[in-house]
């Protein structure tokens, strides 16, 4: 599976970013999508995930509320919109995929992985 992310950037606390990720490639299995994100300093940490037909969603609860992942099957592309922005949510965001039969609800599973996307919240 290759992964492609863009629509990172800078952005004031309590603004909006959306985030794409273009799936692509031929697998024996069909899969999960997730969005992670390393800030500077910190460990790596799951966001959140939609399942492949784009019927179920995990978020941490950081992060619920103000972000929403939702994925247009036609164009095997997952979205992550961000709003209510905080400085907190300053970091690399990846996208990553996960075999959809693997408890990647809880951040697991996850082999596949794009190049990160830099967001950056000021205050």
């Known amino acids: 599976v290759q992964l492609q992310a863009s629509g990172g950037g800078l952005v004031q606390a309590g603004g909006s970013l959306r985030l794409s990720c273009a799936a692509s490639?031929?697998?024996?299995?069909?899969?999960?999508l997730g969005w992670f994100r390393q800030a500077l300093g910190k460990e790596h940490e799951f966001v959140g995930g939609v399942s492949w037909n784009g019927g179920n969603t995990y978020y941490e609860d950081s992060v619920k509320g103000r972000f929403t992942i939702s994925k247009d099957n036609a164009k095997n592309t997952v979205y992550l919109q961000m709003n209510s922005l905080k400085p907190e949510d300053t970091a690399v965001y990846y996208c990553?995929?996960?075999?959809?039969?693997?408890?990647?609800?809880?951040?697991?599973?996850?082999?596949?992985w794009g190049q990160g996307t830099q967001v950056t919240v000021s205050s």
């Open positions: 490639g031929r697998t024996p299995f069909t899969y999960a």
């Open positions: 990553s995929a996960a075999p959809d039969g693997s408890p990647w609800y809880q951040g697991r599973g996850f082999d596949y």
